[in-house]
């Protein structure tokens, strides 16, 4: 691969980076449990997941959810979650991705919807933070699109990135329409929360692996 200096990816954490989807789906269980909703399968989970989360809920119990329905579903997922995140890791390959990545000359960020306190230190203990030149988790309620998240994450990079260089991968449908609200590529896989038909309605590329995602992400970026 060539040397591309403005060439830049934005990672997706849960289900992209960090292989979450086990405890993803024990929570939400959890979750639905609360309400006596049946258990979900990953295939159901993929195939009806969306953003805003509550109206993920919604497909499911066929109303939105109460505003103290959605409290309490929220802080037993996250409960849950960060009890069985523990036995997660990266995803397969990603420590020689990001390597390569930046021995090519190129630059990378994490922006994910998962907490900024509960990210950063997390991103630490895996050893992989100096691959990055930023690294932003969520701020205020979750349950939200990563769009303006996404506005604030490449304000803080102008001068060092272009969004028409830029390449956001992830798993997750809201991944490519928070890059599409700035300018930037998008490139999809289909290893975490979404299934490949949901993914494809999006209209970006759609990948089966990580590392293919990276080449497409070249690819993009370099045709800015």
Same mark, same amino acid.
């Given at each position: 691969?060539?040397?591309?200096? +403005?060439?830049? &990816?934005?990672w997706?954490?849960?289900?992209? !980076?960090?292989? +979450?989807? +086990?405890?993803?789906?024990?929570?939400?269980?959890?979750?639905?449990?609360?309400?006596?909703?049946?258990?979900i399968?990953? /295939?159901?989970?993929? /195939? !009806?997941?969306? #953003? %805003?989360? *509550?109206?993920?809920?919604?497909?499911l119990?066929?109303r939105? %959810? $109460?505003?103290?329905?959605?409290?309490?579903? @929220?802080? #037993?997922?996250?409960?849950?979650?960060?009890?069985?995140?523990?036995r997660?890791?990266?995803?397969?390959?990603?420590? @020689?991705l990001?390597?390569?990545?930046?021995?090519?000359g190129r630059?990378?960020?994490?922006? $994910?919807?998962?907490?900024?306190?509960?990210l950063?230190?997390?991103?630490?203990?895996?050893? &992989?933070?100096?691959?990055?030149i930023r #690294?932003?988790?969520?701020?205020? *309620? $979750?349950?939200?699109?990563?769009a303006?998240?996404?506005?604030?994450? !490449?304000?803080?990079?102008?001068?060092a990135? +272009?969004?028409?260089?830029?390449?956001?991968i992830?798993?997750?449908? @809201?991944d490519a329409l928070?890059?599409?609200?700035?300018?930037?590529?998008?490139?999809?896989?289909?290893?975490?929360?979404?299934?490949?038909?949901?993914? /494809?309605?999006?209209?970006? *590329?759609?990948? @089966? $692996?990580?590392?293919?995602?990276?080449?497409?992400? /070249?690819? !993009?970026?370099?045709?800015?």
């Amino acid at each position: 691969m060539g040397t591309h200096t +403005d060439a830049h &990816i934005v990672w997706d954490w849960n289900g992209t !980076l960090f292989h +979450d989807v +086990d405890a993803v789906i024990g929570a939400t269980n959890a979750a639905f449990a609360e309400l006596g909703l049946a258990p979900i399968t990953l /295939e159901r989970y993929r /195939e !009806l997941y969306c #953003v %805003p989360v *509550p109206r993920f809920y919604e497909r499911l119990m066929g109303r939105l %959810p $109460s505003q103290a329905e959605w409290e309490v579903m @929220d802080a #037993v997922f996250h409960r849950h979650y960060t009890e069985h995140r523990v036995r997660c890791g990266l995803a397969d390959g990603v420590e @020689d991705l990001l390597t390569g990545w930046v021995a090519a000359g190129r630059s990378q960020s994490i922006l $994910s919807m998962y907490g900024h306190e509960e990210l950063v230190p997390l991103v630490e203990d895996f050893g &992989i933070s100096s691959h990055f030149i930023r #690294v932003d988790g969520r701020t205020g *309620p $979750s349950g939200g699109s990563k769009a303006e998240h996404m506005v604030r994450h !490449l304000d803080a990079l102008r001068g060092a990135v +272009d969004p028409r260089r830029t390449v956001v991968i992830g798993d997750a449908a @809201d991944d490519a329409l928070a890059a599409l609200h700035v300018g930037a590529h998008a490139v999809l896989w289909t290893g975490g929360s979404h299934g490949r038909a949901g993914l /494809e309605a999006v209209g970006v *590329p759609v990948v @089966d $692996s990580l590392s293919d995602a990276v080449a497409e992400a /070249e690819r !993009l970026a370099v045709s800015g």
